[in-house]
Nanobody, 124 residues
Framework: RVVDSGGNLVPPGGSLRLSCRAY????????IGWFRQAPGKEREAVSC??????FYTDSVKDRFTIVRDIAKNTVYLEMNSLKPEDTSLYSC?????????????????????WGQGTQVTVSS
């Protein structure tokens, strides 16, 4: 399973770091994806990381960075220059068997385990 945390209320231009802790994986080459969903909108893929690749959706490139701490079984989504349109419920997810993000990291159907979600609100 995965457990996400770190959401908060931040002003525009602020920064936040989300965490996704993975439990029960017996290998290091697992994949973690981050998704977000705003009220009334479809779920959107934000980023993905494996031991060999990382991906970002265009709207967060150069502002968000995904990193992993293998020793802690934790993936972090570091978010900078936050905008009001980044306001969403953010969730991390992991597929059971995949070891790379390519080619379908943006499809929520490939993920088997989901965190409960953590709310990020960007507002002054």
């Amino acid at each position: 399973r995965v457990v996400d945390s770190g959401g908060n209320l931040v002003p525009p231009g602020g920064s936040l770091r989300l965490s996704c802790r993975a439990y029960g994986f017996t290998r290091d080459n697992y994949v973690i994806g981050w998704f977000r969903q705003a009220p009334g909108k479809e779920r959107e893929a934000v980023s993905c990381i494996s031991v060999s690749d990382t991906f970002y959706t265009d709207s967060v490139k150069d502002r968000f960075t995904i990193v992993r701490d293998i020793a802690k079984n934790t993936v972090y989504l570091e978010m900078n220059s936050l905008k009001p349109e980044d306001t969403s419920l953010y969730s991390c997810a992991a597929p059971r068997f995949l070891s790379q993000c390519v080619p379908r990291w943006h499809l929520d159907t490939i993920y088997d385990f989901w965190g409960q979600g953590t709310q990020v609100t960007v507002s002054s």
